[in-house]
């Protein structure tokens, strides 16, 4: 019969050390910074919101969920819209749930969102989006 018997090691703790080549070490150069062009957006106002859905989308359905502005944009300006799902799902396959602005839907009133389940059992789904564009006063 075996005997089991308790071991114990000891490590000595150092940093490690990383040896370059000089050869290499000639080679390696920080590359220039990456020049970022800005977006000339005009922002008189940011908007944003929250949206929870009244019914369940069952599995592997889309569902529309139209959205107006607390207060509408300029006549003729196309606001940007991000939309985000809000969720307290702990359930691994949410993750293959999805939301989007419905392209073509974004105008100075409002937008529509559009909702897919993925998931293998139905959903009331939540949304939280950002508007940002210029106001009418």
Do not use: W
């Not at 008189?44 to 069952?58: F, L």
């Not at 592997?60 to 959205?67: E, L």
């Amino acid at each position: 019969m075996a005997r089991k018997t308790k071991a114990t090691i000891e490590m000595e703790s150092k940093e490690p050390e990383i040896i370059i080549p000089e050869s290499v070490q000639e080679e390696a150069t920080q590359p220039e910074p990456a020049e970022v062009e800005p977006v000339p957006v005009p922002v008189d106002t940011v908007q944003a919101g929250n949206i929870q859905a009244k019914s369940k989308v069952s599995t592997g359905n889309c569902a529309d969920y139209p959205v107006r502005f607390p207060r509408p944009f300029d006549e003729g300006t196309v606001p940007t819209v991000v939309v985000g799902l809000v969720s307290s799902s702990t359930a691994a396959r949410f993750g293959v749930c999805s939301c989007a602005v419905l392209e073509g839907s974004v105008n100075h009133e409002g937008f529509t969102i559009r909702f897919y389940n993925g998931d293998v059992s139905s959903r009331i789904p939540g949304f939280s989006y950002i508007a940002f564009g210029v106001v009418t006063q």
